[in-house]
């Protein structure tokens, strides 16, 4: 796995299954662990939030609270719930060789508080970009400052402002989770990308998650499958630590699984479990 921090690497690999809310993420991740599973793989499979008694508090917090969260404190109970997911349970299956699989990890983070928060004009990142670059450029991201960055704006400034505070607030939020993850950047993340419509149209189709998606309202579900563009555009342009592969999730879930377990057998192609498991 790739590692910023000091610490030591575990022989294991990490991968999170990402998107927006009824991608298929989780579908996805119990059909992949699985799979793994069939081939020889030893696979733990986390969930975010949750996975540790802190985490699961923090889960049902953020589901139940009884009065509203706001968006500073959400990014922070985020990364208290992913530091003790970290510590106690991935961290130790990796340096057990196994494989973990993550139903969201920190580009969830990324995209839910920070694009598109940022989207919606109530970025909680806007502060502090100095020092969380510096934590994002040791971890192998570039880290620069948004206005050293500059290139042609297409005409419109304003649009272009947007883009760049989206761009920063994702990567604040990527440079925060280093600092809760300890510097553990996932070896693949893989993000399934659905049009909004199409993802409320299956949460819409589950009794009792209706609510939910019609809670958080349409065009911030935009935002977020805008989010997940992006975060896998700044990681092409390695601007974020880690490899991010986008996946149609438009596609049969039988589909969409064997290409979730091609990019995964690639990744764990160059691990030493998957040497083992063949042997
Ligand atoms: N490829 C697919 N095509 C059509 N329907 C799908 C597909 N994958 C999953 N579904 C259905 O869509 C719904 C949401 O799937 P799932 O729970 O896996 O999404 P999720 O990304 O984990 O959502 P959440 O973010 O809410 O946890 C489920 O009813 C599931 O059966
Ligand atoms: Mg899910």
């Given at each position: 796995m790739p590692e910023a921090g000091a610490e030591p690497g575990g022989r294991g690999t990490l991968i999170a299954l990402e998107g927006p809310d009824g991608a298929g993420k989780t579908t996805q991740a119990r059909r992949l662990e699985a799979a793994l599973r069939a081939?020889?793989?030893?696979?733990?499979?986390?969930?975010?939030?949750?996975?540790?008694?802190?985490?699961?508090?923090?889960?049902?917090?953020?589901?139940?609270?009884?009065?509203?969260?706001?968006?500073?404190?959400?990014?922070?109970?985020?990364?208290?719930?992913?530091?003790?997911?970290?510590?106690?349970?991935?961290?130790?299956?990796?340096?057990?060789?196994?494989?973990?699989?993550?139903?969201?990890?920190?580009?969830?983070?990324?995209?839910?508080?920070?694009?598109?928060?940022?989207?919606?004009?109530?970025?909680?990142?806007?502060?502090?970009?100095?020092?969380?670059?510096?934590?994002?450029?040791?971890?192998?991201?570039?880290?620069?400052?948004?206005?050293?960055?500059?290139?042609?704006?297409?005409?419109?400034?304003?649009?272009?402002?947007?883009?760049?505070?989206?761009?920063?607030?994702?990567?604040?939020?990527v440079a925060l989770s280093l600092l809760a993850t300890g510097g553990l950047v996932p070896d693949l993340t893989v993000v399934l990308d659905l049009e909004a419509e199409a993802a409320a149209a299956r949460l819409g189709g589950e009794r009792g998650r209706g609510d939910r998606f019609e809670g958080r309202g349409r065009a911030w579900l935009a935002a977020v499958v805008e989010g997940y563009r992006r975060y896998a555009a700044l990681a092409r342009a390695g601007r974020l630590p880690g490899r991010v592969e986008v996946l149609d999730a438009a596609r049969a879930p039988e589909q969409l699984a064997a290409s979730v377990l091609e990019l995964a057998l690639e990744v764990l192609g160059r691990a030493p479990a998957a040497a083992e498991a063949e042997r």
């Open positions: 081939r020889g793989f030893e696979v733990v499979a986390v969930r975010e939030p949750g996975g540790t008694a802190l985490g699961e508090r923090v889960r049902a917090l953020l589901l139940e609270a009884p009065e509203p969260i706001g968006p500073r404190a959400e990014l922070f109970l985020f990364q208290a719930a992913r530091a003790e997911l970290t510590e106690r349970l991935i961290r130790p299956a990796l340096a057990a060789g196994r494989v973990v699989i993550a139903d969201r990890f920190y580009a969830s983070t990324a995209v839910y508080q920070g694009a598109a928060c940022a989207r919606h004009g109530m970025e909680p990142l806007a502060a502090g970009w100095g020092p969380l670059a510096a934590v994002l450029a040791a971890a192998g991201g570039a880290g620069a400052a948004p206005a050293a960055r500059g290139g042609a704006s297409h005409g419109d400034p304003a649009a272009a402002d947007r883009r760049a505070a989206i761009d920063r607030a994702i990567e604040a939020a």
